[in-house]
């Protein structure tokens, strides 16, 4: 509805169009070393600041989605829980971090999404596609997600309020203060509803504090978020429980310090996450099957880059000790060791990145996971890369430790191994960017519950070899078209194939070989009376291995009433299409919200 009335009406002036900044460093998610974008020997997407304000998305998976590479299978909506895969991974073999620290949960994956962060908060993301376990150690198997926070320029005060269907409200509060030597960034959320069908109601709060201090060639930085979450969890882990109930909460703290230090530069964090998580079979009778946990994970890391003639280096450490207290699980710690080695050396055209981690935890050796990565300079605009690195992944407590009537741990586990091979080819220019890659990864060991049909029961081992060959390709391209009457500030149009092979065993699999084999992603950007009414649609096509084929639209409407003061409109499944990401839970049909926002941007204190 949306998108047809749009395409009536008319365009803006030209100097609010998006333009690609071809001097960006991917900073930490491709490499250790600050590198130069079109020369990235990886495959790389980078979200930045317009595509966030440009986009249909109300949450961090809603974003991640925009691109084809990316798969999240949702138990709920508006960011209830959603399980992140990256190239046909399971939700365990992902990693995020925060502005390069990471967040990751080693309770279980399902919880790796409760980062107390909202969009406000975010300048861009950067999405590696492939391995990263050369440069992060575990659980880096399928790719890593670094959300790189906002660092104010300006002070700016923002303020959101929606209401919908099914009594959701959501509002928003966040500051930026930009003082001479400092920074500082507030954000407060709440979003609240009573649920699309029953037993999904669901409460998520957030609130978060960002600090950044200039000491000459130091930089100091700090952030601490907390998140609660509380929701109805019907039928979320067993079709035959629809009263299940859960809430978790999450408490996150890092702070840095970077700078140079005689002819090197670094950077060193400290952070600590605790996280808890309270599950009812029936919420109307909470005695009845009652899981209390709690994690804790601290730990620091340093690394230094060095620059000079013969190449650039880097080098670096890190110390992670992992904790939980459980009714179910018990208690058990582990502490986990990691060295890493980065070196980058350019010879004319070409790009040559050898590294390593050598990594230590608690059921495994210290052990060398390599990597190496090449890319050579066709033309000014485009460039061919290649990559290969071996990754591996640790058991969660809850594979190693969990037990209840329908599901059974594995002390014994072993680490997930598993080689990634990639080559690809990029072209960017100031107004169009394209990446096609072909990729590889063969798994073995790989971790997943199997359904044992003499014990009725879900056992957690290591299963055999899957490989997963894929293609996929990315083009962004902004300034479509313009007229006095209407434009299309940007087209983003994204590919994933995915076919994987396994070895022929009479296996039933919760999760690994539950991926998506086809995913297309087509967003549209326009608007209408010189930017004041603006429109966003994303359309996906799915096909997923056990449920087939899906078409799902989402559109919404931004119009700028006043200065400060803009009107929204979102339409999520505009198209009000019957679908499930997991047996038995299906996701909400059409779902109308709309509000009004407030903003207002003073620049620079003195």
């Not at 640790?394 to 598993?418: H, I, V």
């Not at 990029?426 to 107004?431: E, F």
């Not at 997963?468 to 962004?476: A, I, M, S």
Request: with cysteine; proline share 3%; charged share 20%.
């Amino acid at each position: 509805i949306l998108s047809i009335i749009s395409f009536v009406l008319c365009s803006p002036a030209q100097d609010s169009l998006i333009s690609y900044n071809l001097d960006e460093d991917i900073v930490v998610t491709a490499s250790r070393i600050p590198t130069h974008f079109p020369s990235v020997a990886r495959s790389v997407i980078v979200i930045d600041q317009n595509e966030i304000q440009n986009s249909n998305a109300k949450t961090i998976a809603q974003l991640l989605e925009t691109n084809a590479g990316i798969d999240f299978q949702q138990r709920g909506d508006q960011g209830v829980q959603a399980d992140l895969k990256i190239r046909g991974t399971t939700f365990e073999q992902s990693l995020v971090l925060v502005d390069g620290v990471k967040i990751s949960d080693p309770q279980t994956g399902h919880h790796m999404m409760d980062i107390p962060i909202t969009l406000n908060d975010i300048q861009k993301i950067e999405i590696l596609k492939g391995q990263g376990s050369r440069l992060y150690g575990p659980n880096a198997f399928g790719g890593v997600i670094n959300i790189i926070t906002k660092n104010a320029s300006t002070t700016e005060i923002s303020i959101l309020n929606m209401l919908g269907e099914n009594k959701f409200f959501e509002r928003n509060f966040s500051v930026l203060l930009a003082m001479r030597n400092s920074r500082h960034r507030l954000s407060i959320a709440q979003k609240t509803s009573d649920g699309y069908r029953d037993n999904t109601d669901f409460e998520i709060k957030t609130a978060s504090y960002g600090f950044n201090y200039s000491m000459g060639s130091q930089q100091l930085s700090l952030f601490s978020g907390l998140m609660d979450k509380q929701f109805g969890a019907n039928s979320f882990y067993h079709p035959a429980f629809p009263n299940q109930w859960e809430r978790t909460q999450t408490t996150f703290f890092k702070t840095g310090l970077s700078g140079k230090i005689i002819s090197a530069e670094y950077t060193s964090n400290l952070f600590y996450r605790y996280h808890t998580d309270e599950f009812m079979l029936n919420r109307n009778n909470p005695a009845f099957y009652h899981n209390q946990h709690y994690t804790h994970v601290y730990g620091a890391d340093i690394h230094l880059t060095k620059y000079s003639r013969l190449g650039n280096t880097s080098i670096g450490s890190e110390f992670i000790r992992e904790s939980i207290e459980s009714n179910n699980l018990g208690s058990h710690q582990q502490n986990k060791y990691g060295l890493f080695m980065e070196h980058q050396l350019s010879i004319q055209k070409a790009m040559l990145t050898l590294g390593s981690t050598v990594y230590h935890y608690a059921k495994q050796d210290w052990q060398i996971w390599p990597g190496l990565e090449m890319s050579y300079q066709i033309t000014d605009q485009s460039n061919v890369y290649g990559s290969f690195g071996l990754a591996f992944r640790t058991p969660t407590f809850t594979e190693l430790y969990y037990n209840d009537p329908a599901n059974r741990g594995n002390k014994n586990l072993n680490p997930e191994k598993g080689k990634n091979y990639e080559i690809g080819w990029r072209y960017i220019n100031n107004i169009i960017k394209t990446d096609i890659t072909v990729f590889r990864r063969e798994g073995r060991n790989l971790i997943d519950w199997i359904w044992l049909t003499s014990d009725s029961i879900w056992q957690v081992t290591n299963i055999t070899r899957i490989n997963t060959n894929g293609f996929e390709f990315d083009v962004k391209y902004p300034d479509v078209f313009s007229s006095s009457l209407f434009g299309i500030n940007s087209v983003n149009l994204s590919y994933t194939y995915l076919d994987s092979e396994k070895e022929q065993l009479d296996l039933i699999s919760k999760y690994v070989i539950n991926h998506l084999r086809h995913k297309a992603v087509l967003g549209l950007h326009y608007y209408i009376y010189s930017k004041s009414i603006v429109f966003n649609t994303m359309f996906r096509f799915e096909d997923r291995i056990q449920f087939g084929k899906r078409y799902l639209l989402d559109s919404n409407l931004t119009w700028q009433i006043s200065k400060y003061f803009k009107f929204h409109l979102d339409v999520s499944n505009l198209l009000n299409h019957n679908y499930e990401d997991f047996h038995s839970i299906p996701l909400p049909r059409r779902w109308i919200k709309s509000g009004i926002s407030f903003n207002i941007n003073k620049g620079t204190i003195r």
